[in-house]
């Protein structure tokens, strides 16, 4: 069995081809889509501005295999994104994903003495 690693992942879009419907579910909703709602989820957390309603982020956590690294992780957050958004209506392009490896991240600690 390989080991596991866990991955936060965004993935970054923009809106296109937005129905007048869609976009007024977006701009309705709008108010649980914005900074507080950014949550990394296996389901995803989906956050966009209403004005102007252009760019989308979607926030995923994965867990994969640590030998398909980064890259997988990222393509897998990207088709989750592709998925949710199609079942929600919402057209979209030029999806890109950023990916941080938790289990590799070094995390800087403060001396006690600055505590």
Do not use: C
């Not at 129905?19 to 966009?48: N, P, V």
């Amino acid at each position: 069995m390989s080991e596991q690693h866990t991955y936060r992942v965004i993935v970054r879009g923009t809106w296109e081809g937005l129905t007048e419907q869609a976009r007024a579910r977006l701009l309705a909703d709008a108010a649980e889509h914005g900074m507080a709602s950014m949550r990394f989820s296996e389901e995803g957390s989906l956050s966009y501005e209403p004005v102007p309603l252009k760019h989308f982020s979607m926030r995923y956590v994965v867990v994969s295999d640590a030998a398909d690294g980064e890259e997988m992780a990222g393509a897998i957050a990207e088709d989750r994104a592709e998925t949710a958004l199609r079942e929600f209506g919402y057209g979209f392009a030029g999806l890109k994903s950023t990916v941080t490896d938790l289990d590799t991240m070094k995390i800087n600690r403060k001396p006690a003495s600055r505590r």
